[in-house]
């Protein structure tokens, strides 16, 4: 199955998500969940077209993969992970993650697979609960 990377990112407006490789596929909204909404709305709408305007990528089984910026993901999950809990997970100071969230700072590569790597934890670790 075939990856479709999904980039979304903040902006002044809202949030903007486009595919990494297929420059028809965009969307944006006020909200992630907009954006990613109507990134799903375009992939649908290209799919009726006919078959000579169809993107040859639709044809194939495809998983959409989000790629985030850290302010957009930081601001998505705002509601769900304060910064003391991103502290707790990560090991980065509550100060400098404010920072990246504000965008005064980014992370360097370093911590920003240190983000990643915790957030991937966390989700493997909720997995295997079972209520």
Known sequence: MDEMKIIIERNEDGFWGYAE????????????????????????????????????????EYELVYEFDIVSLLSYYKGIFTNSALERITGINQKQIQHYASGHRN?????????????????????????
Do not use: M, W, Y
């Open 107 to 131: 992370p360097r590569e370093e911590q920003r697979l240190k983000i990643e790597n915790a957030l991937h934890t966390l989700g493997k670790e909720l997995l295997s609960v079972e209520l």
């Open 21 to 60: 490789n297929e420059k028809a596929i965009v969307g944006g909204g006020d909200t992630v969940h907009e954006c990613k909404q109507d990134v799903l709305d375009c992939i649908e709408t290209l799919k009726e077209l006919n078959a000579d305007n169809k993107l040859e990528f639709l044809e194939k």
